[in-house]
Antibody, heavy 120, light 111 residues
Protein backbone atom coordinates (compact mmCIF):
# COMPACT_ATOMS: atom_id res chain seq x y z
CA UNK A 1 0.00 0.00 0.00
CA UNK A 2 1.51 3.30 -1.12
CA UNK A 3 1.82 5.76 1.74
CA UNK A 4 2.65 9.46 1.77
CA UNK A 5 3.54 11.47 4.85
CA UNK A 6 3.90 15.24 5.03
CA UNK A 7 6.31 16.84 7.51
CA UNK A 8 7.38 20.35 8.36
CA UNK A 9 6.73 23.27 10.70
CA UNK A 10 3.14 23.87 11.69
CA UNK A 11 3.71 27.58 12.28
CA UNK A 12 5.43 30.00 9.90
CA UNK A 13 5.99 33.73 10.36
CA UNK A 14 4.53 36.12 7.79
CA UNK A 15 6.93 36.99 4.95
CA UNK A 16 9.02 33.87 5.62
CA UNK A 17 9.25 30.60 3.67
CA UNK A 18 7.01 27.59 4.19
CA UNK A 19 8.88 24.31 3.71
CA UNK A 20 7.30 20.87 3.64
CA UNK A 21 8.52 17.41 2.70
CA UNK A 22 6.50 14.40 1.56
CA UNK A 23 8.03 11.00 2.25
CA UNK A 24 6.77 8.20 0.04
CA UNK A 25 6.82 4.54 1.03
CA UNK A 26 5.92 1.28 -0.71
CA UNK A 27 6.49 2.86 -4.13
CA UNK A 28 9.57 4.30 -5.80
CA UNK A 29 9.10 7.84 -7.08
CA UNK A 30 11.54 6.92 -9.86
CA UNK A 31 9.06 4.34 -11.18
CA UNK A 32 6.83 7.03 -12.59
CA UNK A 33 3.73 9.21 -12.09
CA UNK A 34 3.55 12.85 -11.17
CA UNK A 35 3.65 13.83 -7.49
CA UNK A 36 1.83 16.89 -6.29
CA UNK A 37 0.96 19.33 -3.56
CA UNK A 38 -2.60 20.46 -2.86
CA UNK A 39 -3.80 22.77 -0.10
CA UNK A 40 -7.10 23.50 1.63
CA UNK A 41 -7.66 26.66 3.69
CA UNK A 42 -9.79 26.06 6.79
CA UNK A 43 -13.43 25.60 5.78
CA UNK A 44 -12.68 26.07 2.08
CA UNK A 45 -12.08 23.99 -1.04
CA UNK A 46 -9.07 22.33 -2.60
CA UNK A 47 -6.36 24.21 -4.49
CA UNK A 48 -3.69 22.55 -6.62
CA UNK A 49 -0.24 24.02 -5.95
CA UNK A 50 2.00 22.10 -8.33
CA UNK A 51 3.33 18.75 -9.50
CA UNK A 52 6.71 17.17 -10.19
CA UNK A 53 7.99 14.13 -12.11
CA UNK A 54 10.99 12.09 -10.97
CA UNK A 55 13.02 13.71 -13.76
CA UNK A 56 12.43 17.07 -12.09
CA UNK A 57 9.89 18.32 -14.64
CA UNK A 58 7.47 20.63 -12.84
CA UNK A 59 4.13 22.36 -13.33
CA UNK A 60 2.77 25.08 -11.05
CA UNK A 61 -0.50 26.85 -10.34
CA UNK A 62 -0.12 30.14 -12.23
CA UNK A 63 -1.41 32.10 -9.24
CA UNK A 64 1.39 30.73 -7.03
CA UNK A 65 4.13 30.14 -9.57
CA UNK A 66 6.27 33.12 -8.60
CA UNK A 67 6.50 31.89 -4.99
CA UNK A 68 6.63 28.09 -5.35
CA UNK A 69 9.48 25.64 -5.69
CA UNK A 70 8.93 21.88 -5.83
CA UNK A 71 11.90 19.52 -5.82
CA UNK A 72 12.39 15.76 -5.74
CA UNK A 73 15.00 13.61 -4.02
CA UNK A 74 14.82 10.15 -5.57
CA UNK A 75 17.54 8.78 -3.28
CA UNK A 76 15.39 9.58 -0.25
CA UNK A 77 12.16 8.83 -2.13
CA UNK A 78 10.64 12.14 -1.19
CA UNK A 79 9.65 15.46 -2.69
CA UNK A 80 9.43 18.91 -1.19
CA UNK A 81 7.54 22.18 -1.35
CA UNK A 82 8.81 25.67 -0.67
CA UNK A 83 6.45 28.65 -0.66
CA UNK A 84 8.06 32.04 -0.14
CA UNK A 85 6.76 35.33 1.24
CA UNK A 86 3.83 33.71 3.01
CA UNK A 87 0.86 35.61 4.39
CA UNK A 88 -2.17 34.63 6.45
CA UNK A 89 -3.87 33.65 3.19
CA UNK A 90 -1.43 30.74 2.92
CA UNK A 91 -2.77 29.19 6.13
CA UNK A 92 -4.12 25.81 5.09
CA UNK A 93 -3.91 22.07 5.38
CA UNK A 94 -1.25 21.00 2.89
CA UNK A 95 -1.56 17.59 1.25
CA UNK A 96 0.88 15.67 -0.90
CA UNK A 97 -0.47 13.15 -3.38
CA UNK A 98 0.40 10.79 -6.23
CA UNK A 99 -1.25 11.53 -9.56
CA UNK A 100 -2.22 8.29 -11.28
CA UNK A 101 -3.54 10.18 -14.29
CA UNK A 102 -1.86 13.13 -15.90
CA UNK A 103 0.05 15.94 -14.22
CA UNK A 104 -2.84 16.80 -11.92
CA UNK A 105 -6.00 15.03 -13.07
CA UNK A 106 -6.51 12.11 -10.68
CA UNK A 107 -4.71 11.62 -7.37
CA UNK A 108 -5.07 8.10 -6.01
CA UNK A 109 -2.91 8.27 -2.91
CA UNK A 110 -2.86 11.17 -0.48
CA UNK A 111 -1.01 12.01 2.70
CA UNK A 112 -3.02 12.76 5.81
CA UNK A 113 -2.28 16.46 5.44
CA UNK A 114 -0.50 18.91 7.70
CA UNK A 115 -1.90 22.19 8.97
CA UNK A 116 0.37 25.14 8.41
CA UNK A 117 -0.57 28.37 10.14
CA UNK A 118 0.99 31.66 9.09
CA UNK A 119 1.11 33.94 12.08
CA UNK A 120 3.57 35.90 14.18
CA UNK B 1 -14.16 31.66 -7.64
CA UNK B 2 -13.46 28.10 -8.80
CA UNK B 3 -12.83 27.26 -12.45
CA UNK B 4 -15.26 24.35 -12.14
CA UNK B 5 -18.74 25.06 -10.79
CA UNK B 6 -20.49 22.73 -8.37
CA UNK B 7 -23.68 23.26 -6.34
CA UNK B 8 -22.76 24.15 -2.73
CA UNK B 9 -25.03 21.48 -1.32
CA UNK B 10 -27.33 18.60 -2.18
CA UNK B 11 -29.43 16.38 0.00
CA UNK B 12 -31.43 13.17 -0.25
CA UNK B 13 -32.87 10.47 1.97
CA UNK B 14 -31.17 7.16 2.76
CA UNK B 15 -31.46 4.55 0.00
CA UNK B 16 -32.26 7.25 -2.55
CA UNK B 17 -30.14 8.47 -5.47
CA UNK B 18 -28.39 11.81 -5.83
CA UNK B 19 -26.39 13.49 -8.58
CA UNK B 20 -23.77 16.21 -8.26
CA UNK B 21 -22.94 18.36 -11.25
CA UNK B 22 -19.64 19.92 -12.24
CA UNK B 23 -19.71 22.57 -14.94
CA UNK B 24 -16.59 23.61 -16.81
CA UNK B 25 -15.56 24.83 -20.22
CA UNK B 26 -13.98 23.84 -23.51
CA UNK B 27 -10.51 24.34 -22.01
CA UNK B 28 -10.96 21.85 -19.16
CA UNK B 29 -13.79 19.29 -19.01
CA UNK B 30 -14.38 19.68 -22.73
CA UNK B 31 -10.98 18.19 -23.55
CA UNK B 32 -9.64 16.49 -20.41
CA UNK B 33 -10.85 13.66 -18.25
CA UNK B 34 -12.52 14.33 -14.91
CA UNK B 35 -11.98 12.86 -11.47
CA UNK B 36 -14.19 12.94 -8.38
CA UNK B 37 -13.14 12.91 -4.73
CA UNK B 38 -14.95 12.28 -1.47
CA UNK B 39 -13.74 14.11 1.62
CA UNK B 40 -15.11 12.96 4.95
CA UNK B 41 -14.79 15.47 7.82
CA UNK B 42 -11.23 15.84 9.03
CA UNK B 43 -9.74 13.48 6.47
CA UNK B 44 -7.85 13.69 3.19
CA UNK B 45 -9.78 13.48 -0.09
CA UNK B 46 -10.35 10.01 -1.49
CA UNK B 47 -10.45 9.24 -5.21
CA UNK B 48 -13.89 7.95 -6.22
CA UNK B 49 -13.88 8.29 -10.00
CA UNK B 50 -11.08 8.89 -12.51
CA UNK B 51 -10.97 9.20 -16.29
CA UNK B 52 -14.63 10.35 -16.24
CA UNK B 53 -16.22 7.05 -15.26
CA UNK B 54 -13.67 4.58 -13.88
CA UNK B 55 -13.69 3.44 -10.27
CA UNK B 56 -10.48 2.63 -8.38
CA UNK B 57 -10.30 -0.74 -6.72
CA UNK B 58 -12.47 -0.85 -3.61
CA UNK B 59 -14.93 1.85 -4.65
CA UNK B 60 -18.46 0.38 -4.75
CA UNK B 61 -20.49 0.53 -7.94
CA UNK B 62 -22.99 2.78 -6.12
CA UNK B 63 -20.69 5.56 -7.31
CA UNK B 64 -20.67 6.44 -11.01
CA UNK B 65 -19.35 9.21 -13.21
CA UNK B 66 -20.30 10.61 -16.59
CA UNK B 67 -19.50 13.55 -18.80
CA UNK B 68 -21.31 15.42 -21.55
CA UNK B 69 -19.65 18.26 -23.38
CA UNK B 70 -18.25 20.64 -20.78
CA UNK B 71 -20.05 19.13 -17.79
CA UNK B 72 -19.54 16.13 -15.57
CA UNK B 73 -21.84 14.36 -13.15
CA UNK B 74 -21.26 12.16 -10.12
CA UNK B 75 -24.08 9.76 -9.27
CA UNK B 76 -24.54 8.00 -5.96
CA UNK B 77 -27.25 5.37 -5.52
CA UNK B 78 -28.43 3.59 -2.38
CA UNK B 79 -27.42 6.52 -0.19
CA UNK B 80 -26.02 5.74 3.23
CA UNK B 81 -25.43 8.02 6.19
CA UNK B 82 -21.73 7.30 5.75
CA UNK B 83 -21.86 9.04 2.37
CA UNK B 84 -22.29 12.41 4.09
CA UNK B 85 -19.20 14.28 2.95
CA UNK B 86 -17.85 16.97 0.67
CA UNK B 87 -17.43 15.97 -2.97
CA UNK B 88 -15.02 17.63 -5.40
CA UNK B 89 -14.54 17.35 -9.13
CA UNK B 90 -11.14 17.94 -10.67
CA UNK B 91 -9.41 18.07 -14.02
CA UNK B 92 -6.72 19.89 -16.00
CA UNK B 93 -7.26 23.26 -17.62
CA UNK B 94 -5.53 24.13 -20.88
CA UNK B 95 -6.35 27.85 -20.90
CA UNK B 96 -3.82 30.65 -20.41
CA UNK B 97 -3.93 29.72 -16.72
CA UNK B 98 -2.90 26.13 -17.37
CA UNK B 99 -2.97 23.81 -14.42
CA UNK B 100 -4.90 21.48 -12.19
CA UNK B 101 -8.33 22.76 -11.20
CA UNK B 102 -11.03 21.73 -8.73
CA UNK B 103 -14.67 22.52 -8.26
CA UNK B 104 -15.65 24.46 -5.17
CA UNK B 105 -17.05 21.32 -3.55
CA UNK B 106 -20.54 20.05 -2.78
CA UNK B 107 -21.73 19.14 0.70
CA UNK B 108 -23.92 16.03 0.59
CA UNK B 109 -26.41 15.65 3.41
CA UNK B 110 -28.18 12.34 3.85
CA UNK B 111 -31.42 13.27 5.58
Amino acid sequence: QVQLQESGPGLVNPSETLSLTCAVSAYSISSGYYWGWIRQPPGKGLEWIGSIYHSGNTYFNPSLKSRVTISVDTSENQFSLKLTSVTAADTAVYYCARYVLGVAIAADYWGRGTLVTVSS
Amino acid sequence: QSVLTQPPSVSAAPRQKVTISCSGSSSNIGINSVSWYQQLPGTAPKLLIYDNNKRPSGIPDRFSGSTSGTSATLGITGLQTGDEADYYCGTWDNSLSTGGVFGGGTKLTVL
